[in-house]
């Protein structure tokens, strides 16, 4: 074929604007969805075809004919290429589709022809390179071997749709199918309204075809529209719901019966698959076939006629009209059950669905004449009668109606208040919970229906429920029914609510800042157990929080600190929050003084609960450092003078956990150095009940091990006098319990004990020594500070203050102490009983000597076999008139060696100087000694040195060197062995004293 282009312009010109066709085709060809894979492949041979026109143009070409023929098909067959491509481009999808053999053969031929070209004319003759000439070569054989075929899932298609124009009844499931095979290989949503928008283009190009003149093409392609659509898809539903109305009701009410020409002559049944004879004769297929294979000789059953199996052909016709009466005959059944179905008698109602069932399995079109009969509003009633039979029958009719039926389903949901029984049905028998949420399954795919079912009360937490199912299958339903409902975040929030924190974690790190602040608000609103709280941890949810600390927004910052204080209660998510660094934000937040007041409060209840978590807890508590360094620690602590009270209290607590922490000493020093107790003596004395507390249990933690100058030079009379009279009016048992123990730390100065002496309020310490008889229950650490404040009272350098003491009858209530306290309390009992023994020499009277005629005198008065004088309890403090000597020794079997030490002490008094004489007899009677022996062989050194020290002086005595000296001996021995033990020459000393090592043994 001549091209006018080719024939009237000159070959350099030609060249040109074929390669300007070529890159056109290039360009068009991967925008191209269907047959993409063929156009991509000629675009390829033609694009290797560019460097030949190229060099065309850069050589004097000489005009010949051969040169010209060459030109004038390469053009045409471009110019084809360009057309076919643009046309497809413009076609739907569903066209090319069903054009793609005939396209694929255009294709084809077109590369055909650019071959046959390419072939048969010789470059050499025009000076082409040999390199190109080479690329040509190689080039044509490819292109011989091209195969154009359609894509395999392209030509499945294709036969299934051949294979349904040759059937004359197509099931409509058949087209359904098919219709979504479709759309599926071209690209199109499966939608209905998408289907219904691509098949409306198709019909449009078939009227185009036949306005061009095309009806060879349109009559093939309108074969094809009759067979899809019999596809639900393919037509609107009200133009499917008033088809089969109108057809029902032309119908009446009675079925009719089969023809005779209905039945298989064979098994007298109604045919399903008929096939004809070629005598004319019809049959069940699998009846003949059966009677074929079992005959003796192989005939027609009616004729007798010789007959073989290959004979027999399809009777379309008679199948159809089979199928057209059990049709007829099936709507006419579905409208008489509707009348049966509302009844009320339960057989009948149970027979009814049983035949429903039936139907809507047998084929999907019964369901949908269900739907258009209105059968939805009845089901739904049935959902709540009482026989669970009827109401578990319509249950399961609903799933299968629903399933893939999105009118269906819509239906449902207008239904008053229907999605209600249905949730009711997760909360029953396993059986019944399965049917439930499989249907809410499908309704959820559903956009109206999923609107209604997350809004019915108890549906999410029963849903949330069912994920721990021991049933897989319902437990998977039930997370993809939670799946379909989360695109609403009202249903992820009630999930959370619920403990289903998924979504709402995924929202929280990769949705909008609204979306982001919604969860937040709901992570620090809710209530969350500890293994909530852990598992949110380990979900990665701290990050993220973290992160929203530092966002522009002041709301946003608000939401997220919230949601850190709601975790941060619980201490290993404290602890992950300070190694994640959330500490420096939040400071940040706090030191800036233009942050809202209710930002800066909510920041200083987060750091508290962080604080809290850096107390140990456990052998398996791994140390975690919150503030970094000094600044951070005198910074913090220098806004209590500069906040409102909230902020006040919580930065006191977070310092008071602090101080409870491994990095307490650190924080101690630094907070002491700020002038902190000064501050906090200041702080005791406001009359703020929720603020005080906070500041006298701080600073009981400073004056624990303190500097005693530092204390003495903030401490007045008034301050004193303050926190006696707190110890009387408190109401707050742990702030009372903080102030007798910063009594208790007291520096033991004489002006202090002056001062303690002159206050009226006294006596209220007194009375937190429990007497045994009172029976409101006290904690101990009230008690063990109690006794605390009672050490500092009994300093030995203020008489006058232990005589208080003495005269309040605190002594034999400390001695009944050393038995039922705990061992904090027990080691501060022996102290005060041992600061209190120091001064019984001095205190004991002295019998006067006996002067003139003894049988006139009154009886002697007994002497104290210690002091050698008259003791009491009250006037001279004696350890044996306080029967405390008993107590106190079995205290030295303790297992906590500053206990035993602290005992030891006491009874150590009873040996002092003079007393040694008496007091070791006093001790040996109560058994002392042995059990003094024995600690020879405590872990701690201190007692150690103290045993060995007494037992120098006890075995001075030779009575008590006899009678205990063997059993000291091996104790002294195993000491002298320890290579590191600095208490080698006491204990040598004393084998000395016991004639068991020389005295100028190496051991000296």
């Known amino acids: 074929m001549v091209v006018d282009m080719a024939t009237n312009s000159s070959p350099v010109e030609v060249v040109s604007h074929t390669t300007k066709a070529i890159l056109e085709i290039i360009a068009a060809s991967d925008s191209l969805l269907i047959q993409n894979k063929s156009f991509l492949q000629l675009s390829s041979y033609l694009d290797r075809i560019i460097p030949l026109l190229h060099e065309l143009t850069t050589?004097?070409?000489?005009?010949?004919?051969?040169?010209?023929?060459?030109?004038?098909?390469?053009?045409?067959?471009?110019?084809?290429?360009?057309?076919?491509?643009?046309?497809?481009?413009?076609?739907?999808?569903?066209?090319?589709?069903?054009?793609?053999?005939?396209?694929?053969?255009?294709?084809?031929?077109?590369?055909?022809?650019?071959?046959?070209?390419?072939?048969?004319?010789?470059?050499?003759?025009?000076?082409?390179?040999?390199?190109?000439?080479?690329?040509?070569?190689?080039?044509?054989?490819?292109?011989?071997?091209?195969?154009?075929?359609?894509?395999?899932?392209?030509?499945?298609?294709?036969?299934?749709?051949?294979?349904?124009?040759?059937?004359?009844?197509?099931?409509?499931?058949?087209?359904?199918?098919?219709?979504?095979?479709?759309?599926?290989?071209?690209?199109?949503s499966t939608q209905r309204s998408e289907l219904r928008k691509e098949f409306n283009k198709l019909k449009s190009e078939i009227e185009n075809l036949r306005l061009r003149k095309h009806d060879n093409e349109a009559i093939q392609l309108d074969q094809m529209i009759v067979l899809l659509e019999k596809a639900d898809a393919a037509s609107s539903l009200e133009d499917r719901e008033n088809k089969y109305l109108s057809?029902?009701?032309?119908?009446?009410?009675?079925?009719?019966?089969?023809?005779?020409?209905?039945?298989?002559?064979?098994?007298?049944?109604?045919?399903?698959?008929?096939?004809?004879t070629p005598s004319g004769h019809t049959f069940e297929r699998s009846a003949i076939m059966k009677w074929l294979l079992e005959a003796d000789e192989p005939v027609c059953p009616l004729t007798s006629i010789p007959l073989d199996t290959s004979m027999l052909r399809p009777n379309k016709t008679l199948r159809q009209s089979i199928e057209e009466w059990k049709e007829r005959n099936t709507m006419i059944t579905i409208a008489s059950l509707k009348s049966r179905l509302l009844s009320g008698q339960e057989e009948e109602v149970l027979h009814c669905l049983e035949q429903l069932k039936d139907l809507c399995e047998q084929r999907e079109a019964h369901r949908e004449w269900l739907v258009f009969e209105n059968y939805i509003p009845s089901l739904v009633e049935l959902l709540c009668v009482k026989n669970r039979d009827i109401r578990n029958r319509a249950l399961l009719i609903l799933c299968l109606l629903v399933k893939g039926n999105d009118d269906a389903k819509e239906r449902i949901a207008k239904v008053e208040n229907s999605i209600e029984p249905i949730v009711q049905f997760l909360g029953r028998r396993i059986g019944e919970r399965k049917l439930a949420v499989t249907l809410l399954l499908e309704l959820s795919k559903c956009g109206v229906v999923r609107d209604c079912i997350g809004k019915v009360q108890g549906c999410i937490l029963l849903l949330v429920t069912m994920l721990g199912n021991t049933d897989r299958q319902a437990a998977k339903d039930a997370k993809n029914v939670l799946d379909n409902l989360s695109?609403?975040?009202?249903?992820?929030?009630?999930?959370?609510?619920?403990?289903?924190f998924r979504y709402l974690l995924e929202r929280l790190s990769s949705d909008s800042d609204h979306v982001k602040m919604t969860m937040a608000k709901t992570?620090?609103?809710?209530?969350?157990?500890?293994?909530?709280?852990?598992?949110?941890?380990?979900?990665?949810?701290?990050?993220?929080?973290?992160?929203?600390?530092?966002?522009?927004?002041?709301?946003?910052?608000?939401?997220?600190?919230?949601?850190?204080?709601?975790?941060?209660?619980?201490?290993?998510?404290?602890?992950?929050?300070i190694k994640k660094g959330a500490v420096p934000p939040l400071l940040d937040i706090l030191y800036q003084q233009t942050s809202p007041e209710r930002l800066r409060e909510l920041v200083a209840a987060t750091?508290?609960?962080?604080?809290?978590?850096?107390?140990?807890?456990?052998?398996?508590?791994?140390?975690?450092?919150?503030?970094?360094?000094?600044?951070?620690?005198?910074?913090?602590?220098?806004?209590?003078?500069?906040?409102?009270?909230?902020?006040?209290q919580n930065i006191l607590q977070a310092f008071h956990a602090m101080c409870l922490s491994p990095s307490a000493n650190a924080v101690k020093s630094k907070l002491r150095e700020c002038s902190a107790v000064q501050t906090l003596f200041q702080l005791c004395e406001v009359d703020n009940i929720i603020l005080r507390p906070s500041a006298v249990k701080l600073l009981c933690c400073l004056t624990e091990d303190g500097d005693e100058t530092t204390m003495l030079e903030h401490l007045t009379q008034t301050s004193i006098e303050t926190l006696l009279k707190l110890s009387k009016t408190s109401d707050d048992e742990e702030e009372i319990a903080s102030t007798l123990g910063i009594i208790a730390n007291l520096p033991n100065s004489t002006q202090i004990s002056e001062w303690l002496l002159q206050s009226g309020n006294l006596p209220k310490i007194f009375s937190f020594i429990p007497d045994g008889k009172s029976s409101i229950h006290q904690n101990d650490q009230l008690t063990e500070n109690a006794v605390g404040a009672i050490c500092r009272l009994t300093v030995q350098t203020s008489v006058q203050l232990q005589k208080k003491v003495a005269e309040a009858s605190i002594i034999p209530l400390l001695v009944k102490l050393l038995d039922i306290g705990t061992s904090s309390t027990i080691r501060r009992a022996a102290i005060s009983l041992a600061q209190l023994s120091g001064s019984s020499p001095m205190l004991s009277r002295q019998i006067s000597r006996h002067q003139g005629f003894w049988c006139f005198s009154s009886l002697p008065e007994e002497a104290c076999p210690v002091h050698q004088g008259i003791c009491t309890v009250e006037s001279s403090f004696c350890l044996v008139e306080a029967g405390a000597i008993p107590p106190l020794i079995r205290v030295l079997r303790k297992p906590e060696p500053d206990v035993c030490e602290a005992a030891l002490d006491a009874l150590l008094t009873l040996i002092n100087g003079e007393m040694l004489q008496n007091g070791c007899k006093v001790l040996a009677e109560a058994n002392a000694m042995p059990v003094i022996i024995k600690l020879v062989s405590s872990p701690s050194s201190s007692l150690q040195e103290k045993v060995l020290n007494s037992l120098q002086r006890i075995f001075n005595l030779v009575e008590y060197k006899q009678k205990y000296g063997a059993s000291a001996q091996m104790p002294l021995v195993d000491l002298t062995q320890r290579r590191d033990s600095s208490l080698k020459s006491l204990a040598a000393k004393i084998l000395a004293q016991l004639n068991v090592l020389h005295n100028q043994s190496s051991y000296f």
């Open 59 to 188: 050589i004097d070409i000489i005009a010949s004919q051969g040169l010209s023929n060459f030109l004038e098909i390469l053009y045409h067959e471009i110019k084809e290429a360009k057309k076919l491509i643009t046309d497809c481009s413009e076609r739907s999808r569903f066209y090319i589709l069903l054009n793609c053999r005939s396209i694929a053969k255009q294709i084809d031929d077109i590369t055909k022809e650019i071959t046959h070209a390419l072939s048969c004319f010789s470059f050499a003759s025009l000076n082409i390179s040999l390199k190109i000439r080479e690329d040509i070569s190689q080039l044509v054989s490819e292109m011989q071997n091209a195969d154009f075929g359609v894509a395999m899932a392209e030509e499945e298609i294709l036969e299934k749709i051949e294979s349904g124009m040759q059937e004359r009844s197509i099931d409509p499931i058949y087209a359904n199918n098919l219709l979504v095979s479709i759309a599926k290989a071209i690209g199109v």
């Open 247 to 276: 057809k029902r009701q032309s119908l009446g009410m009675q079925p009719s019966e089969p023809l005779l020409s209905f039945y298989c002559p064979i098994t007298k049944e109604v045919m399903v698959d008929p096939v004809e």
């Open 487 to 500: 695109y609403s975040d009202d249903n992820v929030v009630l999930m959370a609510k619920n403990n289903y």
């Open 523 to 577: 992570l620090g609103e809710m209530e969350l157990t500890d293994h909530n709280k852990s598992s949110l941890a380990e979900s990665g949810v701290l990050d993220v929080l973290i992160v929203l600390v530092s966002h522009d927004d002041v709301e946003m910052k608000l939401v997220a600190i919230q949601a850190l204080l709601n975790l941060a209660s619980l201490k290993k998510n404290g602890q992950e929050m």
């Open 607 to 648: 750091i508290v609960h962080l604080a809290l978590s850096t107390i140990p807890e456990g052998s398996h508590w791994t140390p975690v450092l919150m503030l970094e360094s000094d600044e951070d620690i005198s910074e913090l602590f220098s806004l209590i003078n500069l906040t409102s009270s909230p902020l006040q």
